[in-house]
């Protein structure tokens, strides 16, 4: 069964600097979506950015982009130019081979600090 | 376009009652997923439905059900509540027609088991 772990149940990062929140799943699967989701608080969870297994190029929304290492299995999300706004648990997501089921990680929340 | 919503927002049960949730999904969404959010525990994915059909199903007891209407609105349900079934109820909406699509969340059915 496929699995994604969030080693880092909170991160801090001062205001315009950069933080990089880890994402590891496991899988057997060659074929498969990874997303980023945001949660703030008291608001609802929104997608940040998503990236297809087989494109080999990171995915790059604005201040935001990822690492993604297939062969490692490693899925990280690098926040640049961290704002305040950005304040919020972030979950990553995997989407399994040939479905609609989403497995998701604990989360990470991120505290930023002016 | 109005966002994704979900009621009531708030729920007090006593264990052993039972509970139906509702999610109201964007217009022109077949696709519904529940989730179950818990401190410490993520998302953890219930069911989804697509077209009145159940098309996957997550690891939980009989006791959650779900169903979809003709309009797409889905109903969860919870029978003999646990405590342990104390948490935020998450839906979420995408056209469920391409996997990978954005899923759109609602802010979610606090429930609350006594």
């Known amino acids: 069964a496929q699995t994604v772990t969030q080693s880092q149940p909170e991160m801090s990062v001062q205001e315009a600097e950069t933080v990089t929140l880890s994402c590891t799943y496991d899988?057997?699967?060659?074929?498969?979506?990874l997303f980023w989701y945001k949660q703030p608080p008291s608001r609802q969870m929104i997608l940040v950015i998503r990236q297809e297994a087989y494109k080999q190029q990171n995915a790059t929304e604005n201040r935001f982009s990822v690492n993604f290492q297939k062969a490692a299995k490693s899925f990280s999300l690098k926040i640049s130019d961290s704002q305040l706004g950005d304040a919020a648990m972030y979950f990553c997501?995997?989407?399994?081979?040939?479905?609609?089921?989403?497995?998701f990680g604990t989360g990470t929340r991120l505290k930023v600090l002016a | 376009k109005a966002g994704v919503t979900q009621t009531p927002r708030y729920l007090i049960k006593t264990r052993g009652q039972q509970v139906t949730l509702s999610c109201s999904p964007i217009s022109g969404h077949r696709s519904v997923s529940w989730y179950q959010q818990t401190p410490g525990q993520g998302l953890q994915f219930l069911f989804e439905y697509f077209s009145e059909t159940q098309r996957n199903k997550g690891n939980f007891p009989g006791r959650f059900s779900g169903r979809q209407f003709s309009n797409s609105r889905s109903e969860m349900n919870v029978s003999t509540l646990e405590l342990g079934d104390s948490a935020l109820y998450l839906c979420?909406?995408?056209?469920?027609?391409?996997?990978?699509?954005?899923?759109?969340f609602g802010p979610g059915t606090r429930l609350t088991v006594l």
């Open positions: 997501a995997y989407l399994t081979s040939g479905t609609y089921k989403y497995i």
């Open positions: 979420a909406s995408s056209a469920g027609t391409v996997r990978g699509n954005e899923q759109f």
């Open positions: 899988t057997s699967e060659s074929d498969y979506y």
